[in-house]
C-alpha cells in the first residue's frame, strides 16, 4: 500500500501481473460497493480482459504447438517432459511480456465496510492507497 498515489498511474506491467491484479479484483467485484469505486474497477478490467485476450490466445497456440487440441476441444500437452520443459519455457516468455495500463486508485477507506479475503491485498496491492 502506498500513501499520496496518483489517481492517474500509467505502468508497465507483465501480462503474469495484470492476470493477478483482475483475479484480485474480483474478489471485490461482485460486492456491494460505491458507484465510484465500481466504474474504477469495471473501467480496469476491461484494459485487462483486452490485454488478456490476446495472451489468451497466445496460450492457445502453445498448447496446439506443445501439445494439441482433444476432440472435445479440450487442449493437452504432449507428455513428454522436454516438450513440457519447451512449453513452460515458450509460457514464461509471453507472461513476462509488458504492457502500459492504467491502473487505478483504490482508497482502504473505499474498503473498509467490506468483509475482504487477504488475497486480496496480496494480489492488489500496487492499487491500494492507505488514506485511513
Given amino acids: 500500500m502506498t500513501k499520496n ?12 501481473e495484470i492476470d493477478n491484479l483482475q483475479r484480485g479484483l474480483s474478489f471485490i467485484g461482485e460486492m456491494d460497493i460505491e ?19 490476446v495472451s489468451d490466445q497466445q496460450k492457445k497456440k502453445l498448447f496446439e504447438k506443445h501439445g494439441g487440441e482433444e476432440k472435445n476441444g479440450k487442449l493437452t ?28 486508485e483504490i482508497k482502504l477507506s473505499s474498503l473498509k465496510n467490506l468483509k475482504i479475503k487477504p488475497v486480496f491485498f496480496d494480489l492488489c496491492d500496487r492499487l491500494i492507497v492507505d488514506d485511513l
Fill in 5 to 16: 498515489k496518483k489517481s492517474t498511474n500509467i505502468q508497465e506491467l507483465t501480462i503474469l
Fill in 35 to 53: 458507484v465510484s469505486l465500481s466504474y474504477k474497477i469495471g473501467k480496469f478490467a476491461h484494459q485487462c480482459n483486452e490485454i488478456l485476450k
Fill in 77 to 104: 500437452l504432449a507428455t513428454s517432459s522436454e516438450t513440457y520443459a519447451d512449453f513452460m519455457k515458450d509460457m514464461e516468455v509471453l507472461m513476462s511480456q509488458k504492457e502500459k495500463i492504467t491502473l487505478p
